[in-house]
């Protein structure tokens, strides 16, 4: 590989959006405040839910596992794109690009079976209320969280094991802002027609499968909603998945531009898309579902407000 003194045998280089040094300053800034919004804007989700009784409940708690996937999948990509942009190095070694790719898999992965959960958690608090306490119970909520993150992670382990059986010999220019799978099939010397192949399939499945349960979980919604004689009690009814349809449609809909072509067309010009979904979509998360919650504009009220306090009652007991 020709890189000079910035990348060994074994590296890739992460080329990033654009190799212009005033391009690369703005984006800089433009990552560091978006990755800043991030992790501020679902730390406090996860604070507020967890130190906030009234938002002990399934809907919330499955909300907090999101947030913290967001933050764990921005911190697995942004730290890495910042440091290239200041630095002339580029270079990440195939084990670091390896473990890159394996936690997007899993996280990407991780998302989307929670944002099904949340779904079917919906369609149970709407189209069954009744027996909401008890078809949602803590037990069965933590069963199913606890699926969802295995799943992931056996999914992660397995892409990238299949990965491992992949040749590199050509150019190892990535112009991406991380190691993602199709780029890296693209610059594969070896067959990949198989590999590729089982990606798609395997991908189909794991994805396809929970939008189906969101679709589904939806329709039943609806239906149950038009049922609803009073208009006030439909528009509040519908409001409590609002939140959900909006995150669902901006998760899937950026994926869907990324992934959902053959892997000859896949090119540059994704770069786009993929900080779509990779940046944009978890630094949006938190303010749809807080922007019209009022339970939770109701506990970041109180968690802002605590601390508030507590420093002001702390300097007063230092005078």
């Known amino acids: 590989m020709h890189g000079g003194n910035q990348s060994g045998v074994s590296d890739f280089l992460l080329l990033g959006i654009s190799e212009s040094p005033e391009e690369q300053q703005i984006l800089f800034w433009m990552f560091l405040s978006m990755y800043l919004v991030t992790v501020m804007g679902n730390v406090l989700i996860i604070l507020a839910i967890s130190f906030d009784s009234h938002l002990h409940t399934p809907m919330y708690l499955f909300l907090a596992n999101l947030s913290f996937t967001d933050l764990f999948f921005v911190t697995n990509t942004i730290p890495k794109t910042l440091v290239n942009l200041q630095s002339q190095n580029k270079a990440i070694s195939y084990a670091g690009c390896l473990t890159q790719l394996y936690f997007l898999v899993c996280l990407v992965t991780l998302d989307n079976l929670i944002l099904a959960t949340m779904a079917y958690d ?6 069954r209320p009744l027996h909401y306490i008890t078809a949602m119970s803590p037990r069965l909520c933590i ?3 606890i699926l969802c993150w295995a799943l992931s992670v056996l999914y992660g382990l397995f892409l990238t094991l299949l990965m491992t059986k992949v040749t590199f010999c050509g150019s190892r220019r990535i112009h991406y802002i991380f190691c993602e799978m199709y780029v890296l099939l693209r610059l594969a010397c070896s067959n990949t027609q198989v590999i590729h192949t089982v990606q798609i399939t395997t991908g189909c499945f794991i994805f396809f499968t929970p939008l189906g349960i969101m679709v589904m979980s939806y329709v039943w919604i609806v239906r149950a909603i038009l049922r609803i004689p009073s ?5 509040k009814a519908f409001s409590t998945c609002g939140s959900h349809l ?3 449609s901006l998760f899937y809909g950026t994926l869907g531009m990324v992934y959902l072509q053959p892997l000859k067309t896949h090119s540059m010009k994704d770069s786009v898309a993929t900080v779509m979904y990779a940046v944009v979509t978890p630094m949006m998360n938190p303010f749809i579902y807080s922007l019209r919650n009022k339970d939770m504009h109701g506990a970041l009220g109180r968690l802002l407000l605590g601390k508030a306090f ?8 230092r005078h």
């Not at 208009?231 to 528009?235: D, E, F, I, T, W």
């Open 122 to 127: 919906r369609y149970v608090a709407i189209c």
């Open 143 to 145: 069963l199913l969280l």
């Open 231 to 235: 208009a006030s009690n439909k528009y």
């Open 246 to 248: 909006a995150v669902v």
């Open 310 to 317: 507590q420093r002001l009652t702390g300097r007063k007991l």
